[in-house]
């Protein structure tokens, strides 16, 4: 009797282990953890990434939120490296889309979209000596010569706040979001029109502010554009407001995220740094990557990233094909803090003036290397 007893014993034990290696695998098939990794040279596109969930390359532009990682609850994992990668070769894909006429930008905002619910609070036009090398490295690049930082005058620093009540995209009216924690929805950058440069000093996405303080329930897209005014992109944010500083809004260049602490990025970033002859992070000038590169890929795949991407995505029309690169740094190497992003969007192609002792002749700069033609050659030509 005892023996049967054991037996039955075993065999219960090993149905509820043969039970519960079921009920396993079938949730990790229905949310997507057994499914085959793609290589990493595999066509953006056709990429399956966990950090897409419910996101094709054929979905509209208009639900592109749905790469934010915080906005899936449940789901949500450190995003790695051959994920960022993955999620970078899709943004780029997608912005190659829209140049060709496959892909529809998401509207243009303006005046009125930043009257529906923000605020904007003008600072004083004091300049962080924390900025100092980034303004050196744009300034370099933009002058040729020195290390000149923009005067005063020609930096507004603009803190762009959701604290007002605001018409949803379905016509509801609603009041925002109240701060948590001293925390709320904004966009603190920094405009720099002589250098057609942007600094983004903090950020907190109305979204993003939603989901931490109302719950996982807003993090449906169907609840959560309800819950957040039109206007609420930092991309599209920095857009509208850009426009209002400038007379040339198409010349922009550059975008520097100052201060990265999103746990992703940052996780990125420091796996960049180990890869490279240091092992670890370094001050500016920094480590630059063409778009073409793996590394630039990853890191615009990155939280961080996606506000350069969204740019050159919706605003194709005005910005045009780009030649993009980016620049990663620590202010502070040995204690691995102050990360930055320097993005340089530059155009496919630029003219340049070549100085003595050189001698004098025009360089011409395209995505596929450069020539220089002499002065004589030019005053010849027909």
Known sequence: MHAISIR??????????????????????STGRLAKRQPLNETPSLLNSSHLPHHHADTPLKHSHNL????????????????????????????????DGKRAPTAEFGQKDIDNGWTMQNFPRVIPHAFDEPFKAIGKTLDGVGERIPEISETFHIDLVQDKPFRNTVGQNMKPIPSQNNLIA???????????????????????????????????PDLINKRVPPLNRQSDAMWAVWKTLTKTP?????????????????????????????????????????????????????????????????????????????????????????????????????????????????????????????????????
């Open 8 to 29: 039955r014993s075993i065999g219960a034990l090993l149905a509820l282990i043969v039970s519960a290696l079921l009920y396993s695998t079938w949730s990790n098939v």
């Open 68 to 99: 934010h990682p915080s906005h899936h609850h449940n789901t949500k994992r450190a995003l790695s490296y051959h994920d960022a990668a993955c999620k970078g070769r899709l943004l780029l894909t997608w912005i190659s889309e829209v140049h």
């Open 186 to 220: 904004h966009y603190e950058v920094y405009y720099i029109p002589a250098y057609n440069a942007l600094i983004s000093s903090d950020a907190r996405s109305p979204k993003a502010h939603a989901l931490a303080t109302e719950g996982p329930s807003t993090a449906f």
């Open 250 to 382: 198409n010349d922009l260049r550059y975008i520097c995220r100052d201060g990265v602490v999103n746990p992703d990025s940052r996780a990125i970033m420091n796996e960049i740094f180990r890869k490279a002859p240091t092992g670890k992070p370094v001050s500016w000038p920094g480590l630059t990557f063409g778009i073409e590169t793996e590394e630039a890929q990853a890191l615009l795949g990155t939280p961080n990233g996606l506000a350069v991407a969204f740019m050159l995505m919706d605003r194709a029309k005005e910005l045009g094909r780009r030649k993009l690169s980016v620049t990663i740094a620590a202010t502070d190497p040995e204690a691995g803090s102050g990360f930055r992003m320097l993005w340089d969007m530059a155009p496919p192609w630029m003219l340049t003036l070549e100085l003595p002792p050189t001698g004098l002749g025009l360089t011409f700069t395209s995505a596929g290397g450069s020539k220089t033609v002499s002065a004589s050659k030019v005053a010849t030509s027909k």
